[in-house]
């Protein structure tokens, strides 16, 4: 019997017995995953998509509660676990799902929308000041007591290890602009 003939059922049988091998380190076949995970999101079957809940819930909230800021936001981990699988469902629903060809860069986004999810909440929680583009590049070059210096340093530290202009504008919204 093929992949694509299995249940529902069967699918997410193989798939969590499956995941769980991965788990020990055991050799596993991640087609029934993939499958189930491609039922749920490009066929929009609700079904497979609460299977995949319950069987990726634990190792999402494992990633929430390995976050480094995840104490700082005094939230469960439940609540950025519902929240990074709501945010996963809607980004990849339909044909967005062909984008990713196979279960590690599906659990890569999924890995992503955890991180995004807490990182939005203590950006909600704790705005910064907002600065005009046109006036960025002006604090940039304020000279301020010798940190200046240490930043300047530390950017064409950036810079040499990064030589591609876009990892850079990355770095520089990562590390700068928060």
């Known amino acids: 019997m093929t992949v694509a003939a299995l249940s529902i059922d ?8 499956e995941t769980d091998k991965f788990n020990r380190r055991q050799p596993s076949d991640s087609q029934f995953c993939f499958e189930l995970l491609r039922r749920a999101l490009a066929q929009d079957v609700a079904e497979a998509f609460t299977r995949v809940y319950q069987i990726y819930e634990r190792q999402v909230l494992a990633w929430v509660y390995s976050h480094s800021r ?18 996963f469902y809607f980004a ?17 986004y999924l890995k ?3 991180h995004t999810a807490i990182a939005q909440y203590i950006r909600d929680q704790h705005p910064s000041a907002a600065i005009p583009l046109d006036e960025a590049a002006d604090v940039a070059e304020t000279p301020d007591l010798g940190v200046r210096a240490e930043a300047a340093d530390t950017w064409q530290h950036i810079c ?14 990562v590390f700068v602009l928060d």
């Open 160 to 173: 040499r290890l990064l030589p591609d202009e876009r990892d850079r504008l990355l770095a520089r919204c």
């Open 92 to 108: 990849l629903r339909g044909p967005k799902f062909e984008r990713f060809p196979s279960l590690p860069q599906v659990l890569a």
């Open 112 to 114: 992503l929308c955890v």
């Open 70 to 87: 995840f104490p700082q936001t005094g939230e469960s981990a439940e609540f950025f676990a519902g929240a990074a699988l709501r945010t």
């Open 10 to 17: 069967d699918l997410a049988q193989r798939c969590a017995e």
